[in-house]
């Protein structure tokens, strides 16, 4: 029996205003795709049904997500961090359909790269205070890696977005002792 293999491969982006999404599904030609269709939950808010075109990658923002009304296409809102769920469906009855959690880390991870940016940090071994920061802050990001993990792989929702929400705060305290 012929059927489609859907898959989405959703990266963590830089740009804290984009969501971006790549179709890497393989389609047979063998069955129709019929008004495929993305609905994505943010974090807080209730699922958005969008066009789909099968084989792009579209670029989403906060007003195609409904979160921005105002100055579409002039000004972009950023996009929060947290679990996304995204869901491709193929059909109108949503019976061959893919769905994803994503854990969205961007502006963390921005947060942690600036931190990295105010480090003095030379082509020498550091002093053991810039070398405690070092070990600080590869903790930290360990956190916010075995947090995708927890969400994305092993489908751990709430444990994930625990060990986020602490990597989170731990950055937040980390910076305000730096400042």
Same mark, same amino acid.
Do not use: W
């Given at each position: ?10 990266? %963590? ?26 609905y ?12 789909? +075109?099968?084989?792009? %990658? ?18 972009? +809102? *950023? ?26 880390? %961007? ?16 082509d ?12 600080e ?15 994305? %792989? ?7 977005m625990?060990?986020? *929400? ?5 950055? *937040?305290?980390?910076?305000?002792? *730096?400042?």
């Amino acid at each position: 029996m012929a059927n489609h293999v859907l898959s989405l491969e959703i990266p %963590t982006v830089t740009n804290a205003c984009v969501f971006k999404i790549f179709d890497t599904s393989v389609y047979s030609g063998l069955v129709s795709v019929y008004r495929p269709k993305l609905y994505i939950t943010v974090p807080g808010f209730s699922a958005v049904e969008l066009p789909f +075109v099968p084989e792009s %990658t579209p670029t989403i923002t906060a007003c195609d997500l409904q979160l921005q009304t105002e100055g579409c296409g002039s000004t972009y +809102v *950023n996009l929060p961090d947290g679990l996304y769920v995204v869901k491709y469906a193929v059909d109108p009855e949503c019976k061959v359909y893919v769905e994803y959690n994503h854990l969205r880390i %961007t502006c963390a991870l921005n947060k942690y790269e600036k931190i990295l940016c105010n480090i003095d940090v030379a082509d020498c071994d550091p002093p053991a205070k810039i070398k405690e920061k070092l070990r600080e802050l590869r903790l930290i990001r360990s956190y916010i890696d075995a947090a995708k993990a927890k969400i994305e %792989t092993c489908h751990l929702s709430q444990e994930g977005m625990t060990l986020f *929400n602490y990597a989170v705060k731990l950055l *937040n305290k980390f910076e305000c002792k *730096n400042c």
